[in-house]
């Protein structure tokens, strides 16, 4: 199975565009102190009073899937760090923008599946049609805002100074930067790219609150278990503190046993060979696609004792505190 691409971004790249792109965005998140600084969970700690305050004001004790809220926040504080700002929750273009990014979540294996098999993307399954889809409506929504972006780095010139440093603002200073080196193919087209990936990898986040909620509904006491620690631990007279998790060890109990349970996907992102090689007596010649099984480890019975049970106190010690074992553990690949 040798190797071809639907796409060519940061996750799904190789060579020196790989290791420069890669670099370039590694360096990105370390400046903005993407989840290790307290205004990153600032702006956490906002998003999440804006979607309590969503619910609160529009559900009003009404059934509501948490699905659309989860996935849409998480990507709005993504948008902090990529566009330099937020989008309101009515903001119809931002919502077909995050819809789409959900969507392809939901399409992960079909999505999986094209990149292996491109010829796939001509063949019109239902599934490779909406997969096309979701990424035609996010790429048009990125290329929008870079665009936008562009016309005022024009209009105003050498006094341009964004609000907040964020990933466009410095991926076009980087393509002035590189005009002499083509072959890096720094572009805007490779920045829509690249920003696809970032955010098409961070839906995750959202699809972990959303299986997390559904196991605590089926599983009742695991919810009255969680909210009794958050009684005891935070409290109800001041806010979450990013700290807090590390007394908060029956959440973390929870989910670390969801993500195991359930992980994002059965598949991993297709991984490729730089050498030829053997596993466990089969050979793998060099440059072909290798797909980690996810779900063969999460829900093997060697590692995890009656794998199909939801038991977050397997993750406790006889104490009570959460520890994370030495099975394997792989939610979000390898």
């Not at 060890?249 to 994002?264: K, M, Q, S």
Request: glycine share 6%.
């Amino acid at each position: 199975m040798k190797a071809n691409y639907l796409f060519i971004g940061i996750a799904y790249a190789r060579g020196v565009h790989w290791q420069e792109h890669r670099k370039f965005t590694r360096v990105l998140i370390r400046e903005f102190g993407w989840g290790k600084t307290d205004d990153y969970y600032k702006i956490i700690q906002t998003e999440v009073k804006c979607v309590m305050k969503e619910l609160i004001d529009t559900k009003k004790g009404e059934s509501f899937d948490p699905d659309i809220f989860y996935h849409h926040s998480v990507c709005n504080i993504q948008c902090q760090f990529i566009f330099g700002n937020i989008f309101e929750y009515n903001d119809k273009k931002a919502i077909q923008f995050f819809d789409a990014l959900e969507g392809f979540s939901l399409d992960t294996n079909p999505a999986v599946m094209m990149t292996i098999f491109p010829l796939l993307v001509k063949i019109p399954f239902g599934s490779t049609k909406r997969v096309l889809s979701h990424i035609f409506v996010a790429r048009t929504f990125i290329r929008g805002q870079i665009e936008n972006r562009l016309a005022l780095r024009k209009k105003l010139g050498n006094s341009y100074k964004p609000a907040r440093k964020n990933y466009i603002d410095c991926y076009l200073d980087e393509i002035e930067a590189r005009r002499d080196q083509p072959e890096l193919e720094f572009s805007n087209d490779f920045l829509i790219l690249a920003l696809l990936d970032i955010f098409f990898g961070n839906q995750t986040v959202g699809d972990v609150l959303t299986w997390t909620t559904l196991m605590m509904v089926y599983h009742p006491e695991v919810q009255k278990k969680v909210q009794t620690e958050l009684d005891r631990v935070i409290g109800p007279d001041r806010d979450s503190d990013v700290n807090d998790r590390y007394n908060l060890h029956y959440l973390n109990a929870v989910l670390f046993e969801a993500t195991r349970i359930r992980p994002n996907s059965p598949f991993g992102i297709p991984r490729m060979t730089n050498e030829d090689t053997s596993i466990c007596g089969y050979f793998i010649p060099k440059k072909t696609y290798v797909v980690p099984n996810l779900w063969s480890v999460q829900g093997d019975g060697k590692y995890w004792p009656n794998p199909m049970k939801f038991d977050p106190e397997r993750n406790l010690d006889n104490n009570g505190v959460f520890t994370q074992q030495s099975r394997v553990h792989l939610p979000f690949g390898i």
